[in-house]
């Protein structure tokens, strides 16, 4: 099985399993597991910060690169899920993704000194 789909099946899987079923929300649980996901992407964002002596007034800390990527994975966790609640499968992202990937290969083609609206608007 193709890795990507291997992981929004574990992902269902696990959250299914911590009681929520993203295929199964209506448009109110919806919006409230888009809110809850973002949010804990956020923190797991700042868990990854801090894993970077990023306070320039301490010098006791250090850059802990293995915990860095534990949070990495921990993002993943959660990005998926998000994916997940709007309905998104592997390939809907793997196809978003290299949709994307070319508007912004073409943008540096053309210097992306101008901001065009609708190129990304068939994503
Ligand atoms: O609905 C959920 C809730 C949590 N998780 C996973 C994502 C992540 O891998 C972990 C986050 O849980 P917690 O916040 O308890 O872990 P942490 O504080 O990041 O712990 P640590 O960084 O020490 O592993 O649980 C999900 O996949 N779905």
Redesign the pocket.
């Known amino acids: 099985m193709d890795k990507l789909e291997e992981i929004f099946r574990l992902?269902d899987e696990?959250?299914k399993r911590?009681g929520?079923d993203t295929g199964a929300l209506d448009e109110k649980g919806k919006a409230e597991w888009v809110l809850n996901y973002t949010r804990?992407l956020q923190?797991?964002t700042a868990?990854l910060i801090d894993s970077v002596p990023w306070k320039w007034w301490a010098k006791y800390q250090k850059f802990d690169e293995q915990n860095a990527r534990?949070?990495v994975?921990?993002l993943f966790?959660?990005l998926v899920?998000l994916a997940q609640v709007l309905g998104m499968s592997a390939q809907d992202v793997y196809d978003a993704y290299a949709k994307k990937n070319k508007v912004n290969h073409n943008r540096q083609d053309s210097g992306y000194s101008a901001k065009n609206e609708d190129d990304s608007r068939h994503i």
Do not use: G, P, R
Request: glycine share 0%.
């Open positions: 992902q696990l959250n911590i929520v804990a923190q797991e868990e534990v949070e994975v921990d966790h959660f899920s």
